[in-house]
């Protein structure tokens, strides 16, 4: 009686162990974790000054993001402001978290130079933009010339070789 006992002790337990197995076909196979991504927002301060790229985006946690400024035709790049700052352009952001930046870019200036030969003097009116000691691209300056009692103006020589009094010079 012992012995057939432990013989159906061995078979149940043999039993339970082999329906307690984990077969093959219930393996989980091992998954990816779910990738992280980061969103990537620029604007362009003032409007119209430039573009960006890229200018918006998601793109992997950790990855490098070339963005690079284009002046628009009269501008220059000034700035990165936001999430990046700095002048370098173009300009490699690591991605770790949402970044929101801002390209900024300005009115290229330029020097006006007025010399003249005898006496008399010479009178800047600033007809359209902001004046300061330069102008800005696409700014209009209206040159008159007012010689001295005794003196003539014989004409404007240089980038503009004309009689005409008063000129208008777009500075480009």
């Known amino acids: 009686m012992k012995n057939i006992f432990i013989s159906t002790f061995i078979v149940v337990l043999s039993l339970i162990l082999i329906t307690c197995s984990k077969s093959d076909d219930d393996v989980t196979p091992n ?8 969103s990537l927002n620029v604007s362009i301060t003032p409007d ?11 793109f992997e946690k950790g990855s490098s993001i070339k963005i690079t400024g284009t002046p628009s035709s009269g501008y220059i790049f000034k700035e990165w402001k936001g999430d990046v700052t700095g002048t370098t352009n173009p300009v490699t952001v690591t ?3 949402n970044k929101i930046i801002s390209a900024s870019f300005d009115k290229k200036k330029y020097t006006l130079t007025i010399s003249k030969i005898g ?8 007809i359209s933009s902001g004046k300061s000691a330069d102008y800005n691209s696409g700014s209009v300056v209206r040159l ?4 001295s009692v005794g003196w003539g103006f014989t004409g404007w020589t240089g980038d503009f070789n004309r009689t005409d009094n008063p000129i208008e010079v777009n500075i480009s």
């Open 31 to 38: 998954t990816p974790p779910p990738t992280v991504k980061y």
């Open 48 to 58: 119209n000054s430039g573009t960006v790229s890229p200018s918006s985006g998601s």
């Open 95 to 97: 991605m770790n978290s």
């Open 119 to 126: 006496e008399g003097s010479v009178t800047e009116e600033l």
């Open 144 to 147: 008159t010339a007012i010689p």
